[in-house]
């Protein structure tokens, strides 16, 4: 067996089958370092009764002493979005055909009550090497089977990709449709549709939910292309297009079609410019960011526990190096309730302790605990400005911008309310008129300033 891969859980080998002569991956699994077995062969359970040809599939699983070894399927052709780079030949018949057999797969999990919550480019492998007539979806570590609930309320994903209603923790499938239309949104153009310079500005611009299709990129692109990404991209969960709706756009039926044959009438189309490649090689290398999985993560941990879990963790650093033992870091994670089964808690310890020590940073943990407060608080926000500013003006009164930040959702003390008037916006807020109207979208800019100042 040859050695593939390795993380913080084990390896992965590449092996042969002596008969077939067919190769597989196998994954070894430390039992050790998954606190939570018992859940992990349940998820384990779940992946091994799909069967659908654009999903990875799990043949077999057996355990020997402390291992558990998963036997898959063999992927040789790498990652989707790599082989893309690399080729540097795409056009919207080929950006079709893929896009369709996503949405195949998406609607086969969804018709099965089964959300991955987790689509991001990386998360897309070819079946064979240079072949993108086979592309099988991976990674079912966040999956969620949600038969039973009408709506999910833990918070999943990657941030570059998780859509906005996943930051009022109450979702459905459908985010599974949000995180598709971003990964279009960069295949044809290279670009991500909700840019930030840093971490806030990336959620606020997601929570916002507006994009354009300004990039020189998309002046070949068609308009129906366009138009099937305008209805995956909707903050409207209900307008929001399902994996069986996206299948059936006109697009994908006509540069895709199912007719045997039909396809090969079809011309190249809309043939990406060469600084597309580049672009998607900066994009996917920036949507892969640690730091937002680790934010995503935080928020897990109930605002109104932080200060006690910092003080727990600051307890343990018992040499003051910004250093605790795993062991403490999830005691303390534990201290502080949070909203994650053991299964994600081994996930987020083996993610910072990705060299194996035993022991953590913490800080940049706690940093993320932060970010991700106030991620929830500006989307909490902007939604109780939005219902006030009923006829949609961007603006409210000063005296309707009071009692939103009085709310007991928000809680922003007067205090905090006269420095962001009187240091960011250079007013003093006594002399404004309570009628005055008040642009909400400078006021939470000025806010993100404010809250990362006042921590």
């Not at 077995?37 to 091994?48: A, D, M, P, S, V």
């Not at 063999?74 to 979005?81: A, D, K």
């Not at 354009?212 to 692109?221: E, L």
Request: with cysteine.
């Amino acid at each position: 067996m040859e050695k593939i891969a390795s993380g913080g859980f084990g390896v992965v080998y590449l092996a042969e089958n002596r008969k077939t002569k067919a190769k597989v991956a196998i994954k070894a699994i430390q039992k050790k370092r998954v606190k939570d077995y018992l859940t992990f062969q349940n998820e384990i359970k779940l992946l091994r009764v799909l069967d659908h040809p654009n999903i990875i599939k799990l043949f077999e699983i057996w355990e020997w002493n402390e291992v558990c070894f998963l036997v898959i399927e063999y992927c040789e052709g790498g990652e989707l979005f790599h082989y893309i780079i690399q080729n540097k030949h795409l056009d919207e018949r080929e950006a079709a055909k893929i896009m369709k057999q996503l949405f195949n797969a998406l609607k086969y999990l969804h018709s099965n009550q089964i959300s991955h919550r987790d689509i991001k480019p990386e998360n897309f492998m070819l079946k064979s090497k240079g072949d993108t007539n086979c592309i099988k979806l991976i990674d079912f570590g966040l999956s969620k089977d949600y038969s039973g609930q009408a709506v999910m309320s833990t918070p999943s994903g990657s941030p570059y990709y998780i859509a906005p209603e996943v930051f009022q923790q109450n979702y459905t499938s459908k985010i599974d449709l949000w995180s598709m239309g971003v990964v279009m949104y960069i295949l044809l153009s290279g670009k991500v549709p909700f840019p930030g310079r840093n971490e806030l500005e990336i959620i606020s611009n997601v929570v916002k939910g507006e994009f354009h299709f300004n990039h020189d990129a998309f002046k070949s692109v068609s308009d129906d292309c366009k138009d099937l990404i305008c209805h995956l991209l909707v903050k409207d969960v209900n307008k929001r297009f399902s994996a069986e709706e996206a299948s059936n756009h006109r697009w994908i039926q006509r540069l895709a079609p199912d007719e045997k044959g039909k396809d090969e009438e079809i011309k190249a189309v809309g043939m990406l410019a060469e600084s597309v490649y580049l672009d998607m090689q900066d994009t996917v290398a920036q949507t892969r960011m640690r730091k937002a999985a680790l934010t995503e993560l935080a928020s897990r941990i109930p605002e109104r526990n932080f200060e006690d879990f910092k003080d727990a963790l600051k307890m343990h650093d018992r040499d003051r190096n910004g250093m605790v033992a795993n062991e403490q870091f999830v005691r303390c994670l534990q201290l502080a309730q949070m909203n994650a089964t053991p299964r994600e808690i081994d996930l987020l310890v083996s993610e910072l302790d990705q060299k194996q020590l035993g022991s953590i940073a913490y800080e940049e943990f706690l940093n993320c605990c932060f970010l991700s407060y106030f991620f929830q608080k500006e989307t909490k926000l902007r939604l109780l400005f939005e219902e006030v500013d009923k006829e949609k003006t961007g603006c409210i009164t000063l005296t309707q911008m009071r009692v939103v930040l009085k709310s007991e959702e928000i809680n922003l003390s007067p205090e905090q309310l006269d420095r962001i008037f009187k240091d960011e916006l250079k007013v003093d807020v006594s002399q404004i008129n309570g009628e005055d109207p008040i642009t909400y979208d400078l006021f939470l800019t000025c806010l993100r300033k404010e809250f990362t100042l006042s921590k």
